[in-house]
């Protein structure tokens, strides 16, 4: 069965630092990831997604991330990171096998950034 | 640019009372979607919908939920009798594109938080 793992429940870092959210994806065949981000009061925003192709994806934010298949892992990272950056980040996996792209989420990183 | 709104923002119920929540998607999209998340807990997908029928439903979806477009922009969820484990917040998505194109991306709104008590 799909699922997410997102190990890191709450992270802490300096303004500036650079930042490597981790998530690992349990699915069969090759999966369709994502990562979403959730600031107080707002939706779930998509920063970036992978479908094919380059493993390693640009997203909005200055975000990449990278998909490692032999890691089943789809890391989140950001060099330097901006107080507006703080926020909860939820790591998904598509389910190819539904009909209109069920999505499997991770338990979210909630993001501290220190001035 | 457009955004999936929700309302209310917070619901308070006592056990055994109809809730329903309600959603506005963007205007061009087909296909949407309910999800939950209870506190400390993944988020959950609950149904998808398309073309006024449901799509897919997860083992969450029972009964006692029901989804409805009753006229041409509002989504709503509708639980009949509520109980203390449905306090969760529930996310209403929607999109427009077939999943795996590139302009593929469920878009969230910013949920309601239901309180049963």
């Known amino acids: 069965a799909q699922s997410v793992t997102q190990p890191d429940i709450h992270i802490t870092v300096s303004e500036g630092a650079s930042l490597e959210l981790r998530c690992n994806y349990s699915?069969?065949?090759?999966?369709?990831l994502f990562w979403y981000v959730q600031s107080p009061g707002q939706g779930l925003q998509l920063l970036l997604k992978?479908?094919?192709?380059?493993?390693l994806v640009q997203g909005i934010k200055g975000f990449e991330a990278e998909f490692k298949r032999s890691q089943s892992s789809f890391n989140l990272r950001k060099p330097s990171v901006h107080w507006s950056d703080a926020a909860e980040y939820f790591c998904a996996v598509e389910d190819r096998g539904s009909t209109l792209g069920r999505l499997y989420f991770g338990r979210g990183t909630q993001l501290t950034v220190w001035p | 640019e457009p955004e999936v709104t929700q309302t209310p923002s917070h619901q308070v119920t006592q056990m055994g009372q109809e809730v329903i929540l309600r959603c506005v998607p963007i205007?061009?999209?087909?296909?949407f979607y309910w999800y939950r998340q209870i506190l400390g807990q993944k988020v959950e997908f609950l149904v998808s919908?398309?073309?006024?029928?449901?799509?897919?439903k997860s083992e969450i979806f029972d009964d006692q939920f029901s989804v409805e477009r009753p006229d041409g922009s509002n989504f709503t969820l509708k639980i009949r009798s509520t109980k203390l484990e449905d306090s969760a917040m529930y996310f209403c998505?929607?999109?427009?594109?077939?999943?795996?194109?590139?302009?593929?991306?469920?878009?969230f709104g910013p949920g309601t938080r239901l309180t049963v008590t």
């Open positions: 919908f398309y073309n006024n029928e449901i799509s897919e």
């Open positions: 992978y479908f094919s192709g380059d493993t």
């Open positions: 998505a929607s999109t427009k594109g077939v999943s795996g194109g590139s302009s593929y991306e469920q878009y």
């Open positions: 205007s061009n999209h087909l296909y």
């Open positions: 699915y069969g065949a090759t999966p369709y």
